[in-house]
């Protein structure tokens, strides 16, 4: 499966974001999709991980209020809405995905098989 990832860009602190994870190569059916991201000079964060068959999610903690998941199934598309956008928001997102993920082994990057290009969020204060 291919994933292309979008919609990152350049907000003011307050401001909201819609990133997409779009997938061509097969459906998303049995798959366990995440968003990851990435600040400079820091290492790869859990941001949250979706169940495609069931919707199941799992966020980090920090991030819950803010961020939501959702989906196109017709689109085999996945979407990260981002809301109250803060500085420390500034990152390279990426959506990753493999088949059949346990729920408990959704934060960890290094189980996913594929992953997007990233998109770069720019979060001014």
């Known amino acids: 499966v291919q994933l292309q990832a979008s919609g990152g860009g350049l907000v003011q602190a307050g401001g909201s974001l819609r990133l997409s994870c779009a997938a061509s190569?097969?459906?998303?059916?049995?798959?366990?999709l995440a968003w990851f991201r990435q600040a400079p000079g820091k290492g790869r964060e859990f941001v949250v991980g979706?169940?495609?068959?069931?919707?199941?999610?799992k966020y980090a903690d920090s991030l819950k209020d803010r961020f939501t998941i959702s989906r196109d199934i017709t689109k085999n598309t996945l979407y990260l809405q981002m809301n109250s956008l803060k500085p420390e928001d500034t990152a390279v997102y990426y959506c990753?995905?493999?088949?059949?993920?346990?729920?408990?082994?959704?934060?960890?990057?290094?189980?996913?098989?594929?992953w997007g290009q990233g998109t770069l969020v720019t979060v001014s204060s």
């Open positions: 979706f169940q495609w068959n069931g919707g199941t999610t």
């Open positions: 190569g097969q459906p998303l059916s049995g798959y366990s």
């Open positions: 990753a995905a493999r088949s059949r993920i346990i729920f408990s082994m959704l934060g960890d990057p290094s189980v996913y098989d594929y």
